[in-house]
């Protein structure tokens, strides 16, 4: 860790706050240039800020900063991790994204103002969400990243982007309802058996008094989470509202959606998950609720991917999917299984934000998201083909990309805890969408565009730099995951199993 550890939270969480202020009032000069500049030198100080920090968790060290309402350890770490090195990539592709919008004149200039300025708002909330040690914040953090977000979806003002944000807005913030309840009630339990205010809202206290809760108590408890929670995930039957709103928005807003928010969401299901766990005859239940949903989300997100033709959907159903994936691996537990909750949430937040950002060069090359209207993309813009494949290919599982591994590591965890039948119908579900993604692909790729061709050549390097970094990422934590990653993802196993 370089500098004071206190200094350095503080820090993380200062420059997104103070960042969007700054960019929305120096973009009152309508200097698009200084727009850019600041946004990007903002986006780089937080990833440069959030890593500074990452590092001093890596080998499990646990960290309480402001009257312990923030807490930083290996599992803040890996969330804080995933928004440093995919936000960093998402915004300097969305500086490409947002200039080809103003010049087709899409937006003006105050819309990119309103779109820079509120991603670093939703940064900030999104951090506020994983470093919070006070139950209540947490909650609160994330319901603020649905106030900071809904503007980046409907950002274009048409019809359908207007629908998308206010049913996004609406069912989410339902289902935070259920999730406040919840964590009434959870605290409720806990100042019961603690008998101090404040301790009883931080999951440090909570974890260390689990074993006095009372189990039927938790049981009711966790299920208000699920629904509430699991329906800012994308978790199935609570995931109506991730297809409109992740379609409608402008890519590197449904890249961010994807990519980092979801995350933040199982982030909050994570921290009561490895509270419920220390409670006795509690774990058979976490399970069974954890398979149902999981299972569902797999399923019923690979029989809409069959079926789509419009990419950006094709990719919020696989959104879903990979949701249920990780709620997958967190029933088969164990050490294998947590170890694959952890690397699939990285696996999939990399392998997304590439998705969603190829989809804009998609729609920048063929003006549409039309698949059925797509073709030849490998002639036109080569590189373009590439990524796409590599991100196709990676949500497929198909090795030797990232997602594999994780995804064998579920599997590798449903067998070492006897669950066949979960296995089988798990394996079913990741087989169909395997075809129907691939088969995308292929009529992309390779066949004839049924359309008119918007741009028939290759897009900038400027907007291809950093899905090639993401690429990059991909091929290498699919193949030889970087050590300091492993031992991070180790000390947040050790730290939901209590080892």
Not at 457 to 469: H, Q, R
Request: hydrophobic share 55%; proline share 3%; with cysteine.
């Amino acid at each position: 860790m370089y500098g004071n550890i206190n200094s350095a939270i503080n820090l993380l969480l200062l420059i997104p706050l103070a960042a969007s202020l700054l960019i929305w009032a120096a973009a009152r000069w309508n200097n698009r240039s200084l727009l850019f500049a600041m946004h990007l030198i903002a986006a780089a100080a937080t990833s440069l800020a959030g890593l500074n920090c990452v590092a001093s968790v890596l080998h499990g060290e646990k960290y309480m900063i402001l009257n312990d309402f923030l807490l930083f350890d290996s599992i803040s770490g890996i969330f804080v991790l995933v928004i440093s090195i995919v936000g960093l990539l998402i915004n300097l592709y969305s500086v490409k994204y947002i200039s080809w919008a103003l010049e087709s004149g899409e937006i003006t200039f105050s819309d990119a103002r309103l779109f820079f300025s509120l991603s670093h708002v939703f940064i900030f909330t999104m951090i506020l969400s994983v470093v919070s040690n006070n139950m209540i914040l947490m909650w609160v953090a994330v319901e603020a990243t649905t106030l900071s977000s809904v503007f980046l979806v409907s950002l274009y003002r048409n019809k359908r982007a207007i629908e998308g944000g206010w049913k996004y807005v609406i069912i989410c913030s339902i289902g935070l309802a259920f999730a406040l309840y919840g964590s009434v009630l959870m605290y409720s339990s806990a100042y019961h058996v603690i008998g101090d205010a404040h301790s009883a809202m931080l999951w440090t206290s909570l974890m260390e008094h689990a074993g006095k809760f009372d189990p039927d108590l938790m049981k009711i408890i966790f299920i208000f989470i699920i629904i509430g929670f699991g329906t800012k995930a994308g978790l199935a039957p609570m995931h109506t509202w991730l297809p409109d709103a992740h379609a409608e928005g402008p890519a590197p807003a449904s890249a961010f959606l994807s990519a980092v928010l979801l995350k933040c969401a199982m982030a909050a299901i994570l921290r009561y998950y490895t509270v419920m766990n220390r409670v006795p005859d509690l774990a058979s239940f976490l399970h069974l609720v954890m398979i149902i949903v999981g299972l569902a989300s797999v399923i019923i997100a690979a029989l809409f991917i069959i079926r789509q033709n419009d990419i950006k959907r094709m990719f919020a159903y696989s959104s879903t999917e990979n949701i249920g994936i990780i709620a997958t691996a967190l029933a088969f537990g164990g050490k294998v299984g947590i170890f694959a909750v952890f690397f699939h949430i990285i696996n999939h937040s990399v392998t997304k934000a590439l998705a969603f950002c190829t989809s804009g060069n998609l729609q920048e090359i063929y003006g549409t998201r039309d698949a059925s209207k797509m073709g030849g993309l490998v002639r036109i813009a080569p590189v373009t083909a590439v990524v796409f494949g590599i991100s196709i290919f990676s949500l497929a599982g198909m090795p030797p990309f990232a997602i594999f591994t994780s995804e064998f590591y579920t599997v590798a965890a449903g067998i070492q805890s006897h669950q066949y039948p979960a296995v089988a119908l798990f394996l079913i579900g990741l087989a169909v969408v395997f075809y129907g993604l691939v088969k995308k692909f292929i009529q992309v790729t390779f066949g004839k565009p049924a359309g008119e061709v918007k741009h028939s050549s290759e897009v900038s390097i400027m907007a291809n730099l950093p899905l090639i970094v993401l690429a990059a990422i991909i091929c290498v934590i699919g193949i030889m995951p970087p050590d300091g990653l492993v031992s991070l993802i180790n000390s947040a196993v050790s730290v939901v199993l209590n080892q």
